[in-house]
């Protein structure tokens, strides 16, 4: 069965306890299996600061959910959201346009499976804040680490 991959990003009052907010995340996670849908992630991001004030708040509860349904799911989903209270901002992407969770489940089972090969675990970086090299066709001619030029 092919059905269409989404993914909903909502922001949710950060002052809510938490037993609210689980409450919230299995209502919304139960809209989109009783519309025939499937919850392919559910990741709550945590508390954030907001780029601009909404609904005098400062800070939200970020959660990004990503899901396999069709277009009424999604204008259901999008209804709940817009009417729940708890609920300040959301925003709904269509990834893609014909998927089938049968396929990714497959896919997703055979990378857990597979141990990684050496060239992927040499090629990881690690994490820090290392200067990036340039790359080799930029022309640096021309350019100083500390040019006085600007003064």
Request: aromatic share 8%; glycine share 6%.
């Amino acid at each position: 069965m092919l059905l269409r991959k989404y993914e909903t990003f909502f922001i949710v009052d950060p002052e809510l306890p938490d037993e609210t907010n689980s409450v919230l995340d299995s209502k919304i996670q139960s809209i989109v299996t009783s519309n025939g849908g499937e919850v392919l992630t559910y990741v709550p991001w945590g508390k954030r600061k907001l780029a601009y004030a909404i609904c005098k708040r400062t800070r939200g509860l970020y959660v990004l959910m990503e899901y396999a349904g069709g277009s009424q799911l999604v204008a259901e989903l999008e209804r709940n959201l817009r009417i729940d209270e708890r609920v300040m901002k959301f925003i709904t992407v269509l990834l893609e346009e014909r998927f089938d969770p049968e396929k990714e489940r497959a896919r997703l089972a055979a990378l857990a499976a597979a141990p990684p090969s050496e060239e992927e675990e040499s090629s990881a970086e690690p994490l820090g804040e290392e200067e990036e090299a340039m790359p080799e066709d930029v022309d640096t001619e021309g350019f100083e680490e500390d040019s006085k030029e600007d003064d």
